[in-house]
């Protein structure tokens, strides 16, 4: 990998980043040696890994004519909580955290964002904010009230720019957001789109995406203790994703800053980072804790940038204090 694609990628999916160069093979036979040695460790998405809590389909139509994918699981007078998924992920990453929480009694909404997963891709995606319009039209479909909404890398993203261009219906809906190994600033510039194009769009290095040279790499968005099935999970993930889907959500998360839509917010939020986050580094976690007023930083030793499937109980804490967290609904800071 060069280092002027580092320094313009260094928040981006690292099965596509260290995709550039001669650098990333050379670092396969090193990387298949730790994959060796992981094997041992237990799984914390457990036996059922992917799969589902049984719950109910549904659809969300947006303006744009993108129909959103949900499923709804768990109690109906559960208390309620959304969980949105990363980019090139799908709702099905959430699965260890939505199973967990269901067991412990809450209703869980999950759905693929835009392009992604069963989702339609509607007009397409020219900036960050279209994600939060994504989830204000969820919400409102649901009729939701009292909701935690936890949302994992672009889905944390998501989650910033639904309360800073919702901001009533946010104070009106929210009782607390749990962010998950994400930023609310990346490069804050355009990226030169046909550098994603060459490494990102079909037509790119499109080995990483299958394969065991495809899983190696993903490795790179694990944190110590990853087990070798989770770097399948995102390769696998990412390959699925559309090209145009995967080119123009990266060129929108490029350019976006969502920091100044922040400020005096009342909800209160809890942000989970990994010290082994290449992606959303801590560095990226303090700068979202600094715009985001009545945030509480928590930093998970060894963890990557995949919490949902390496530390889904750490997750559940978060939710389950945000959800018990008192709070007046419907008012702003002055």
């Known amino acids: 990998m060069t280092g002027?694609?580092?320094?313009?990628?260094p928040w981006a999916a690292v099965p596509a980043s260290m995709a550039v160069g001669a650098a990333a093979t050379a670092a396969l036979g090193a990387m298949a040696v730790g994959v060796r040695r992981r094997r041992r460790w237990s799984d914390p998405a457990g036996p059922r890994k992917l799969a589902l809590p049984p719950g109910v389909a549904d659809v969300v139509h947006t303006d744009d004519g993108a129909e959103l994918a949900l499923h709804l699981a768990g109690p109906a007078d559960g208390p309620l909580v959304a969980l949105i998924h990363?980019?090139?992920?799908?709702?099905?990453?959430?699965?260890?955290?939505?199973?967990?929480?269901?067991?412990?009694?809450?209703?869980?909404?999950?759905?693929?964002?835009?392009?992604?997963?069963?989702?339609?891709?509607?007009?397409?995606?020219?900036?960050?904010?279209r994600l939060g319009h994504d989830?204000?039209?969820v919400l409102s479909h649901l009729d939701a009230r009292?909701?935690?909404?936890?949302?994992?890398?672009?889905?944390?993203?998501?989650?910033?720019?639904?309360?800073?261009g919702h901001r009533a219906d946010a104070a009106e809906r929210l009782v607390g957001a749990v962010l998950v190994a994400t930023a609310a600033r990346t490069l804050g510039r355009a990226l030169p789109a046909v550098l994603a194009e060459r490494t990102l769009g079909d037509l790119g290095f499109g080995w990483v995406r299958t394969?065991?040279?495809?899983?190696?790499?993903?490795?790179?968005?694990?944190?110590?203790?990853?087990?070798?099935?989770?770097?399948?999970?995102?390769?696998?993930?990412?390959?699925a994703t559309p090209g145009d889907v995967r080119v123009r959500c990266l060129l929108a998360m490029a350019e976006m800053d969502l920091r100044a839509g922040l400020g005096r917010l009342d909800i209160p939020a809890t942000i989970l980072v990994g010290t082994r986050d290449m992606l959303t580094p801590v560095r990226?976690?303090?700068s979202l804790q600094q715009a985001w007023p009545q945030s509480a930083l928590r930093i998970l030793p060894g963890a990557g940038h995949m919490l949902p499937?390496?530390?889904?109980?750490?997750?559940?804490?978060?939710?389950?204090?945000?959800?018990?967290?008192?709070?007046?609904?419907?008012?702003l800071c002055s």
């Open 4 to 9: 002027r694609v580092r320094r313009l990628l």
């Open 86 to 129: 990363c980019w090139t992920g799908n709702k099905e990453l959430w699965a260890p955290v939505a199973r967990r929480l269901v067991q412990l009694g809450h209703r869980v909404v999950l759905y693929d964002q835009r392009g992604h997963g069963s989702s339609t891709f509607g007009a397409g995606l020219d900036c960050v904010d």
């Open 135 to 137: 989830l204000a039209a």
């Open 146 to 164: 009292d909701v935690v909404v936890a949302g994992h890398s672009m889905g944390g993203m998501s989650i910033q720019a639904y309360v800073g």
């Open 211 to 239: 394969g065991r040279a495809g899983a190696l790499v993903a490795r790179g968005s694990l944190g110590r203790r990853a087990v070798r099935g989770h770097a399948h999970v995102v390769r696998d993930a990412l390959a």
């Open 284 to 286: 990226s976690a303090r």
């Open 309 to 331: 499937l390496e530390r889904p109980d750490d997750i559940v804490e978060a939710v389950l204090r945000a959800a018990a967290t008192p709070r007046e609904p419907g008012v």
